[in-house]
């Protein structure tokens, strides 16, 4: 397989990460359409690149993290990566690596949309076995409520 590691994709979600890691805002919104979603496991999604950025100024600083891309695969327009978080949990202080995965959607290259997979020790709760209020059956996605 031809190696996707110089795909315009990479260079735009590195360059989301490093805002992320470092607070910047002008950064991160420069990777956004006006309005990218980000779906999350843990918690409602964060709608509108202002409300993003934002969200990540604020998250970031607290826990100490910063992102890496591990690794991409791109088939337009969108891609997967695999993703390292370095961070400190509020709970413990102990500072540890996250892992997970994120799927992108792009418009324009430009991030459209971030779904957010990672399971992480200290938000376990049935609740966050799937993305909080993704469209799954609209999307087709099988939808299977157990009880």
């Known amino acids: 397989m031809k190696s996707q590691n110089q795909h315009w994709y990479r260079k735009i979600i590195q360059q ?4 992320c890691s470092t607070a910047d805002f002008d950064l991160m919104m420069s990777t956004f359409v ?3 979603v980000h ?3 843990d918690h409602s999604p964060v709608r509108g690149a202002a409300a993003l950025a934002n969200y990540w100024v604020k998250v970031g600083p607290k826990t100490q993290a910063s ?5 991409i695969l791109v088939q337009e327009p969108e891609a997967v990566i695999e993703w390292s978080m370095p961070w400190t949990p509020p709970q ?3 500072r540890q690596v996250l892992r997970g995965t994120e799927w992108y959607l792009f418009k324009d290259d430009k991030i459209a949309e971030i779904r957010s997979y990672h399971n992480n ?9 799937e993305l909080w209020d ?12 157990l009880k």
């Open 92 to 94: 413990d202080q102990k």
């Open 121 to 129: 020790y200290y938000l376990h709760d049935p609740k966050n076995l």
């Open 67 to 71: 992102w890496t891309l591990d690794h």
């Open 39 to 41: 779906y999350f496991v």
């Open 16 to 19: 989301y990460y490093h805002g």
């Open 134 to 145: 993704f469209p799954y059956e609209a999307r087709g996605y099988l939808r299977q409520i």
């Open 34 to 36: 006006p309005d990218v």
